[in-house]
């Protein structure tokens, strides 16, 4: 990658907490490594396609790096100090707004030092992404952690159009209403021109907290924002709060799920498992939000009852690493990895594991092989904007077998209808539809998952941006530079690790 070149101002402007790189540091050199989150993946057919610019911080603290040119785009790094770190993502982004949206399933914590860190590095952002942009940029701002770059990019630079996704939940009124900063935070969303949520029902919730906690007006999709105009009078401007279901690279699984080396290390994991008759899979981010206790739970109820048994069925959990410095998740570590040990202490032999359980990420190739080889995937999440895990079990999924169980609190349930739907916290539920799921036939395993495969097929990553992409040109003034959407999916060559999720950040994969 280039660093020589001058600074230079862009049509199209992605902004969000990280860069699509990572920076790799051996031996006193340094180099940009292309990052695997999931973000990265969706947004890649955009920036290839127009004359773009990605601000984000590199995700190391206290030092500079010049904008440079990566493989898609022009980066510009955003610097944070150690202490916004921890003030700003680690504090008031994920242990206030985090378990706040996710419907205080962990308790939030506030502090109003973390605020004011998190309004400070937002302006950096605002700043850094209105020097990037040319005179009329479109500007796509992502997710929880940026929240006030829309108001503070229309406040500087009213010529640009700008987009706002939210990759997570916004919770209902009750809960929001805890906020201490809950007007400023509506008000800084509403800078923007499109804003994007994961479910009909999330825009529904933002929609109602507008009218509540600022008086506006606010029908159906449209928020009307009073401002004053240039005489300096009254008007209003339109805001289109919608839903826009994220999806994944559909074509790039398949070709994945093809490949003879992917099958044949789909066979290999079985026979490592020691051949069970059914094998169970879970794949997620180590976060609180995902329902891991409860499916462990569940699956150790069924051993304890005889309706499994550790030689006939295995549960295989794919934990990755998540905010390993934050209390609660190092909790709930410990609390998954004890449960796990007892369960394996009391009901696996030698050769069969009750549960193998795995704390790291894994290569795309070999997601999908586990994919293959699990009979049943376990999406058990307490609430998750989307949560495409779901979503790639089913693309992978060309032989049209298997069985999806979904939690009806997961974004997913809203499309793939024909997967077993669960509530996680009714744990005979759970129960039940595991021992459903393990004796379905294959006819009804081969109509629910061809079912599954057409709605995913046709509502792929490409299909998100680009309709998102089209509302938001709708807003933009006559003679703005136009914004080129994807017309085709990403390709199966894009690296990427495991596992995806509905947090956009570099923790988690997936938005």
Do not use: C
Request: zero cysteines; aromatic letters at 8%; proline letters at 6%.
């Amino acid at each position: 990658m280039i660093s020589s070149e001058a600074p230079r101002t862009f049509s199209f402007v992605v902004v969000s907490n990280r860069l699509p790189v990572d920076r790799v540091e051996t031996g006193g050199e340094g180099t940009w490594r292309h990052s695997p989150g999931g973000l990265v993946t969706a947004l890649e057919p955009v920036m290839g396609g127009n004359d773009g610019a990605w601000v984000g911080w590199p995700g190391i603290a206290d030092r500079d790096y010049e904008p440079f040119q990566g493989e898609n785009a022009w980066l510009v790094p955003v610097r944070l100090s150690e202490k916004e770190v921890a003030e700003y993502y680690e504090g008031f982004s994920n242990d206030t707004l985090w378990p706040l949206y996710h419907d205080v399933i962990a308790q939030p914590s506030y502090h109003r030092d973390w605020w004011e860190t998190y309004v400070e590095v937002n302006r950096r952002f605002a700043e850094a992404a209105v020097a990037a942009a040319a005179d009329g940029a479109t500007v796509w701002v992502q997710d929880y952690q940026l929240q006030l770059v829309p108001a503070m990019l229309r406040d500087s630079r009213p010529d640009l159009t700008i987009g706002f996704f939210n990759h997570i939940p916004f919770p209902a009124y009750g809960i929001y209403s805890q906020l201490p900063w809950r007007r400023q935070i509506l008000q800084g969303l509403l800078g923007a021109d499109v804003i994007g949520f994961q479910r009909n029902a999330d825009a529904g919730n933002f929609s109602r907290a507008v009218r509540r906690l600022l008086g506006y007006s606010a029908k159906g999709n449209m928020v009307e924002v009073p401002e004053a105009d240039a005489q300096g009078g009254r008007a209003t401007r339109v805001v289109i709060a919608r839903h826009f279901p994220i999806s994944i690279d559909t074509s790039g699984y398949e070709e994945l799920a093809r490949r003879p080396e992917v099958q044949e290390r789909a066979r290999q994991i079985r026979e490592e498992l020691g051949d069970p008759k059914i094998v169970l899979l879970g794949v997620d981010r180590l976060d609180y939000t995902k329902g891991i206790v409860h499916r462990i739970k569940a699956f150790g109820e069924l051993l304890i009852e005889g309706r499994l048994s550790a030689e006939a069925a295995t549960l295989v959990q794919v934990a990755s690493p998540s905010r390993e410095r934050v209390d609660t998740y190092r909790a709930l570590r410990d609390e998954i990895e004890l449960a796990v040990g007892r369960i394996n202490g009391d009901y696996s032999s030698i050769g069969h594991s009750a549960i193998s359980y795995l704390h790291h990420s894994y290569p795309r190739e070999e997601m999908v092989a586990l994919f293959l080889a699990a009979d049943i995937m376990l999406v058990t999440a307490l609430r998750d904007g989307m949560n495409l895990v779901a979503k790639e079990y089913v693309a992978s999924r060309i032989d049209d077998r298997g069985v999806l169980i979904l939690s009806e609190f997961a974004g997913a349930a809203d499309e793939l209808k024909s997967a077993l739907l669960i509530n996680p916290h009714d744990i005979e539920g759970v129960k039940e539809a595991i021992m459903r799921a393990a004796v379905m036939p294959q006819r009804e395993q081969a109509t629910r998952m061809r079912a599954l495969r057409k709605r995913v097929s046709e509502h792929d990553v490409a299909r998100w941006s680009s309709t998102f992409l089209r509302v938001l040109a709708q807003t933009r003034p006559p003679g703005a530079p136009a914004v080129t959407p994807p017309t085709t999916p990403t390709t199966a060559g894009t690296p990427a690790e495991t596992p995806p999720d509905d947090d956009a950040d570099h923790d988690g994969q997936y938005a």
